[in-house]
């Protein structure tokens, strides 16, 4: 970590220029992403704050080893792992959800078979989630492309992150239950709390005024 800099792990894509927009919002820093997409650390224009783009179930551990001193991740991230960080706030953008799906025939269905085979990149939930309605299920983890395993025989029903739907539609299926609703958070070490007090303080100050406004 760059001394004097406060760091913070944004995950790549999306949420990454969703959180920039709001600092910038929040009167907070401005950053310029860049532009080709290769450089993974970069600082703001005053120098102050330093971003570092990793994965977004990456951020967390960051944040946990030191790596950073805050991050911005989704809550199902947070929820799937099960990290000892706390959660400040919400940042009221990057909104999704968890969702079981199945194929559009065969959804009326699904909750009636007595074992289910279930491809998921978030498999602690997913457990969690059949084993408390009394489901048996077998959960098959994948790293992506989680929409066609249904259609390839792997799975009888998938639980994935759902924003439009369009990617479900898109491979022929339905949203039959949301399990978690999901939506971009703060993460902060207990260490990070202890040492950089002050600079975590104006930064919830200015984001809670942005949110607020």
Do not use: W
Not at 18 to 33: K, N, P, V, Y
Not at 81 to 89: A, I, K
Not at 175 to 200: D, F, G, H, K, Q
Request: charged content about 20%; some cysteine.
């Amino acid at each position: 970590m760059s001394p004097g800099a406060f760091t913070i792990a944004l995950p790549g894509g999306r949420l990454a220029e969703e959180s920039i927009e709001f600092f910038t919002r929040a009167g907070l820093a401005t950053f310029d992403l860049p532009s080709d997409g290769r450089e993974l650390s970069f600082f703001d224009h005053s120098g102050q704050f330093r971003m570092i783009l990793v994965r977004s179930k990456d951020v967390p551990t960051y944040v946990l080893q030191g790596g950073a001193d805050a991050g911005i991740t989704g809550r199902d991230v947070l929820a799937e792992g099960d990290y000892d960080l706390t959660v400040p706030l919400e940042l009221g953008y990057g909104q999704c959800r968890l969702a079981l799906a199945a194929p559009e025939g065969q959804a009326g269905q699904l909750l009636r078979r007595q074992h289910l085979r279930v491809a998921t990149k978030y498999p602690r939930l997913t457990m969690d989630y059949f084993f408390r309605r009394g489901y048996s299920c077998e959960v098959i983890k994948l790293h992506g492309s989680v929409e066609i395993a249904p259609l390839m025989n792997l799975a009888d029903c998938i639980v994935d992150l759902v924003s439009t739907g369009a990617t479900l539609r898109a491979n022929g299926l339905v949203e039959i239950e949301t399990i978690l609703e999901s939506c971009a958070v703060l993460v902060v070490s207990r260490s990070a709390y202890a040492i950089r007090t002050r600079a975590i303080r104006d930064m919830l100050f200015r984001f809670r005024t942005a949110l607020g406004a």
